[in-house]
């Protein structure tokens, strides 16, 4: 079974511009979630989608946004991008059924380096 | 909100020497997830930890969950340059420690 993928793996933005980065589940799986990780924050939710719909979401501010389409695959827009934003993001899949026992796994993640 | 604090930050062993670290919560733990990331790249889930005394393997790590000391510990015997990276623990999907970045020198 494919583990799941971002796309792209790296990228180079200027301030000001918009990113919308991409991501693919593991098959069968219905929960999709975003962190962000930077050296200064460590790893921090974002928001998770479930069955197209965010079911929790993290303390972002509104220029973060995702949206789940109907074959669980993700995508994650960032607007307005500032120089603070330069973090690895990493999406990870679960089956979404909810509990203690779920397990999560991760893609290997998209840089962002704003300039 | 919950918090989780890991100790040491970073740790630096000689090859073969045993090594744990620590993931305190600032709240009841009712499950506890421990990770290992190579440097920029995504998390590999190590264990999964869902309740007080609880204790699990795999190959050379072991991880036990204190529920009365809001606690887990990550234990690795006989480390290997290949056990280096970062450490991270993990409750409920939205909370991570800080981390434990380890160096294992041949």
């Known amino acids: 079974k494919a583990g799941v993928t971002q796309t792209p793996r790296y990228l180079i933005k200027t301030r000001g511009q918009q990113v919308t980065l991409s991501c693919s589940p593991i098959s069968g799986h219905r929960s999709v979630s975003w962190y962000q990780q930077t050296p200064g924050q460590g790893l921090q939710f974002l928001f998770e989608y479930f069955s197209e719909t965010q079911r929790n979401k993290g303390n972002f501010p509104g220029r973060f946004s995702g949206r789940q389409f109907s074959n669980s695959r993700s995508e994650m827009n960032v607007s307005t991008l500032e120089l603070g934003d330069s973090a690895l993001y990493l999406c990870?899949?679960?089956?979404?059924?909810?509990?203690?026992?779920?397990?999560?796994?991760f893609g290997p993640g998209t840089r962002l380096l704003v300039l | 909100s919950q918090e989780l604090e890991q100790s040491p930050q970073s740790l630096i062993v000689q090859e073969g020497k045993n090594l744990t670290i620590n993931c305190t919560s600032s709240?009841?733990?009712?499950?506890l997830y421990w990770y290992k990331q190579k440097y920029g790249e995504g998390l590999i889930f190590l264990m999964m930890l869902q309740k007080g005394g609880e204790e699990k393997s795999h190959e050379k790590i072991t991880a036990k969950l204190d529920e009365k000391k809001q606690q887990s510990s990550l234990h690795i015997t006989a480390s290997q340059p290949s056990h280096a990276g970062i450490y991270l623990c993990?409750?409920?999907?939205?909370?991570f420690g800080t981390g434990t970045r380890l160096k294992v020198l041949a």
């Open positions: 990870a899949s679960s089956l979404g059924a909810g509990g203690t026992q779920e397990t999560q796994y």
């Open positions: 709240k009841t733990l009712y499950g």
């Open positions: 993990g409750a409920a999907f939205s909370i």
